[in-house]
């Protein structure tokens, strides 16, 4: 019925030799190629299969007009709704649109593009590469999600495609890492890139504090404090951190000896309890997370106590029904995460607070607009 | 005339964490924290026994408490009613009855499933004495508005009860509690509602994050004053936040601590036409700072009338309790709360584990006690006052003198 005999037939003959609507309706169903997304075999790289399953559609739909069915596989192994290229049916549009094939089909071709030239780029590149086909970078990183999930790669880094960096970082001493690569003193630079295994060297008997900020602007106003950062490596995600800069901060953790405290500053506000907690815990995966750090400000008491405050006005912001409704879901959700006891409770204890005094504060106004201060003499407290 | 207070009792890490909530009823003092624990400690002590023997604690919610109010009546048939509610961080309203020779608490569940999904922030138990008004409970919700429930500790159906011999066992089986819900006072816009009180003259006030005070009528639920806040205002223009408000005994005037940039104010209105009485001040002088009028070196976060009116004690993030003679609107009393000041001294905080002192710890809600709850030598001629810290302690004091 199918096949090549079909282009000789019209309708009509369809029609006699199908009886009912169902029949037809087979009947004319095109012939398929089904291509599945898998596990990556052992023997062969992304690239080879990539290729392989790349000639396999070409094949189908130039040389012998079948239209093709892509199954991903999501990372639960079940199936995901398959994609039909091009799109064939009588009932109305079922499925994802065309247009996802094309995006899949586009992405899968560029990963084997950046393996031939051995490179890797951002997504942010290869979304570049055809903005009217991708549309917008959401939808380029969650179908690179899906194609990883397909094959059970671990990251996408895998795939040679990493996520813009986000982060920066501050090092008073030169940190080895890699082969040959380097982290270069006394300068502001983005959080690099990195292998799975790496490890990071240096001279760590100068290095007595690793702190972490929420904001770009604290972080450039305390690189530019002699005091401050001729002992602490500086590191700030840029308000909600990127998988990089905490993967990065990870590592430092790891490599650095025992003594070296961590510390995190953030806002006064249900958010930034919440960065400081994703810098601390996540539930996907421990390479992401830092137990060692510890969440030292701006508490929202620090700007009570300022006595400075009184004259120039009391830098507090109301909290908005929004930020309340934050604080209240945050909450719920820290006392069901596995954090240790001892950092959940302070994490609490200033969510609780921010709600209790209706009230949440920037970390810029703190000590008279100046962080440097405040972090000083904050360490003193703590001697 | 100053009043001196002396310490009488108190309990240092009487929590784990911050203590959020204060009230006190005849059996006992209640107070919620942060822990999520409601703890109610009984107030008639033997000489020389610990506050923490004698306290009943209950866990409620892991998101902590911050609201708490106590309800206890003795009803027809000698029957004895010992309700508490608390709210949680996660805005749920729970409701104990409290069994006082057991102590055991029972969870009431008298709320619809709408109610339940609610936000509520603050609570209040209102007492009837007149027979023919049944009792109130008031709560405020994160959108601003004012629920109010009647609430009935008996069956409705008269007729049963009228019919049969009183006897013991039937009197108790008729306990039947539950709540009526009347209706809601809306927010004109949303706006958080921080707190409420009701007066025994059947009005209700609700005090706004934006420093707004609205009294409403109980019977009509519409609102018929509306006061604006009057403290310097911050920078930002919104700290103004009502901490408490406060009707006296009689209702006849209306406390308000407010927010004044860093300090904190406390301004006394009457109910009657809605007119300002005043406001309770300090005398500063400075030369920096333009003379400003608070009442506290820090936001005032509770209101206290005694018995009879004359009083009203206030509490600060300065870590003092105020004690003001209302007709006078001057301040008689002024407690400094130390954290060295606790009994026990393993049981002092006057750091934390961060690192931040607590050796003027801010007061977190005061409370006066009437004369005869509290026991012990000048405890049925005077009266008394405790207070909830920063630094995890309960702290009771009586009235000097007299005895």
Redesign the interface.
Known sequence: MKGQTSSKRSLIDYMKCSPTRKDFEEALEPEVRIIKLTKLQKSHTVESEIDMLLSLAKNGIEQHAEHIVITLEGSNGQVKNPLNYPFYGFERLQGPPAAKSAVLMSLMSRISAIAKQKESCTIRDVFYMNVELYQNQQIVSDSLREIADAFQVTDLNELGIYAAQKGLCFTPVDLHFDIGKIIIHNQKSLVPLMSPSVHFSGDWLRVKRIIVVEKDAIFSKLVENASVCKDCILITGKGFPDWLTRHFLHKLMVCCPPRVEFEIYTDSDPYGIDIALKYTFNCVKTEYQCPRLTYRGVMIQDLLHDRNAARNGLQLLNLSARDFRYASNLLARLENTALKNSKKRVLTRELQRQMFYQKKAEMNTVHGANFAQYLLAKSHILK | MSKLYISTANCGKAHE??I?GLCVSNPYTATVS?DGYIKLWQNKLLEGSMPKEHVLTKFVH???L?HVDTFHSLEQGGLEVFLAACVS???QLFLYSVDSTTGQFEELDLLSKSEKLK?YWCVKFFKSDDRTTSHKLVVTD??GGTLVWDLNVFRQNGQNQDGEVPQDAAVAGEKDLHLVFLGEIPATE?K?A?SVDVSVKGTVATGF??GSVVVSQLQTLRPIYNFEGFGIK???A??G?VRDVRFSPLGGLLAVAN?S???GSVTLYETQYGERVGNLTVPTHSS??SIASFTHD??VFGLSFNSTGEYLATCG?DGKVRVWDVKQRERVSTLNISAEDIEQEEDIVSQD????SLKTPPVMGVSFIDKGVRGGIGGDTNEGITCVCLDRSVRWFREAGGV
Do not use: A, R
């Open positions: 964490t911050d959020f942060g892991k998101t902590g911050h961080f996660s805005g936000s994160v959108k949303p958080f921080t994050q934006d911050g920078t930002e919104s700290s936040t927010d940039g860093s300090y920096q700072n820090g936001w993030y584990e961060y690192g931040d």
